[in-house]
């Protein structure tokens, strides 16, 4: 008996096909504006996911009061610091935009050279003496380009609406995320199964690790070591203390540290006299730089050694691609493929660390082959 093989039905495939993708397409266009927040909150519940556990215990094992608990304390932490911060952006960011762009910005005299033993009138000159050579046009020329970037970077924050809304979001999302977290992991490593076996199921936990890693080590160390820094500023009475904050937050994350910001704000407190808040503020910036010596070890206790242009690309590009959130999105989705792309890599034996070696192989097996072919 001769079985003849059906041929293929082209366009059927074709359409099916289409008809997939149209419908993928639908979905994520009409979920596209969650996204952002439920992947923010998916990071934190990744990462505070042992807290949660730890609350429905001392709750007597209910875990709607832990939820309730844990909803109420990303409030706390998250929601209303924001909401402030933003607003307070915005307020002391109008003036330094309006005096940028308007050219009342003028290069500093540095008069206070003079009283310089030895050296002091001779800096005084020099300065005065590049000043009158083009400094002045050079800083005339920059005065466009810093009122953009600061706009820029003072618009992202100026969002306030979009901001919080995403805030609402994340927290909505984490609620559901730890009322239902068991079942949800469980259902996402049952799809990366469905999708790549064994090797889905050991990426979706490797992504988890990385998740947390980046999320304990690098975010929040970040925010920590930022947060008090912008204390210790608006305490000695430095202004801008909030645009400094998230600059500060913005080095700690690129892995920069606060210092940064601290340093030129202690020279400024001594230059203008102000030598009592200079020095407490040497010293808290001391005990700031140092955090994250102490911070980190503690927080990320799985060892993943992240590289750091990893890290500042994931910050920089999060930032240009979602906003502000992408400051904490970013590392994250670039860890995640890290550790995933990573794993992928080493599952095969790695070569042998002598190129001659690799050499003298290939030219034992291209001589057997030779052979071979004359017998």
């Not at 990744?46 to 409030?75: K, N, S």
């Not at 924050?157 to 609620?175: D, N, T, V, W």
């Not at 030129?264 to 001594?270: D, K």
């Amino acid at each position: 008996m001769v079985n003849l093989r059906q041929p293929r039905d082209i366009p059927q495939i074709l359409l099916s096909v289409l008809f997939l993708a149209l419908i993928i397409t639908a979905c994520l266009w009409v979920i596209q504006p969650f996204v952002l927040g439920f992947a923010w909150a998916g990071t934190i519940v990744i990462a505070t996911w042992p807290v949660l556990l730890r609350l429905q215990r001392l709750l007597f094992g209910r875990r709607a009061l832990a939820v309730l608990a844990m909803t109420i304390l990303l409030f706390l932490l998250f929601v209303i610091p924001i909401g402030l911060l933003v607003n307070s952006l915005v307020d002391s960011g109008g003036p330094l935009i309006h005096s940028i762009t308007s050219g009342s910005i003028a290069l500093p005299d540095f008069a206070w050279l003079n009283s310089v033993p030895l050296v002091g009138a001779k800096l005084y000159s020099g300065w005065h003496s590049l000043l009158d050579m083009g400094g002045t046009a050079l800083m005339a020329k920059i005065k466009p380009y810093l009122g953009a970037t600061t706009t820029w970077f003072v618009g992202q924050a100026a969002h306030i609406g979009r901001l919080l809304l995403h805030c609402g979001l994340m927290l909505l999302f984490s609620a559901l995320l730890y009322w239902q977290g068991e079942k949800v992991a469980y259902g996402i490593r049952h799809f990366a199964t469905r999708l790549a076996g064994r090797r889905g199921d050991a990426a979706v936990l490797l992504a988890g690790q990385a998740v947390r890693a980046v999320a304990l080590g690098v975010v929040v160390t970040a925010l920590v070591q930022a947060v008090t820094g912008g204390i210790g500023l608006a305490i000695s009475g430095v202004p801008y203390a909030t645009l400094l904050t998230v600059v500060m937050i913005f080095t700690c994350l690129v892995q920069l540290g606060p210092l940064l910001v601290l340093v030129p704000s202690i020279i400024w407190l001594y230059y203008t006299g102000d030598t009592t808040w200079g020095t407490v503020l040497l010293v808290w910036s001391c005990v700031v730089g140092t955090m994250d010596n102490v911070i980190r070890p503690l927080l990320i206790r799985m060892g993943a050694d992240l590289p750091l242009i990893l890290i500042l690309s994931g910050v920089i590009g999060g930032l240009f691609a979602f906003g502000m959130i992408g400051l904490f999105i970013g590392p994250v989705l670039l860890a995640v493929t890290w550790r995933l792309f990573d794993a992928w890599v080493h599952e095969v034996p790695p070569p042998p660390a002598d190129p001659d070696q690799v050499l003298a192989e290939l030219e034992a097996l291209q001589r057997n082959n030779d052979e071979s072919a004359r017998t």
